[in-house]
């Protein structure tokens, strides 16, 4: 199993480095869709993606998932991220399907490229026994994704100061 080291019809997908951080702020601007992060959106963009690339090569250190760098094979272009989280909701250790792109890149169905590829490993190499996704409940665009990616809501809850669906294998 390589985690950092997949590939889906149209994306490469690689494990993000400090020098993927100036890349990153591109997401921060002119996206209007930042209010279903969770984060606190009044700092400098550079500052968030800072932290953003910091936290997944934690990740990788303490739990060898994260977000993946997502580059298009056409172009070679960096065009966002997604990967497998793992989070703590509702006391429990759960496995998150997420992806995040740039606002360019919207609307040409590379979330849910991004979502199948992660489900499909995270299944094909059994991460976990299942996974979800958690998606603010005014999040058309991701709730969309989840249900491409056979996923129904499974959960109503309280994430980061959001209310949030979970979405969960549909059986």
Known sequence: MNYFNQESERLIYRALTEKDIDTWIEFFENNDRL?????????????????????????????G???????????????????????????????EIAYSLIPKYWNKGFGTEIARQMKHFGQQHKIAPSFISIIDKNNVASINVAKKNNMIVIA????????????GDAL
């Open 65 to 95: 998932l994260g977000h993946l760098a997502a580059i298009e094979k056409s172009t070679g272009e960096f065009i966002g991220m997604g990967g497998i989280l793992p989070r703590a909701l509702n006391g429990k250790t759960v496995h």
């Open 35 to 63: 209010v279903f992060l969770g984060i606190d959106l009044n700092r400098d963009n550079k500052i968030i993606a800072t932290e953003w690339i910091t936290k997944q090569l934690e990740r990788y250190e303490n739990q």
């Open 156 to 167: 109503e809850t309280e994430f980061m100061g959001m209310e949030v669906f979970v979405y």
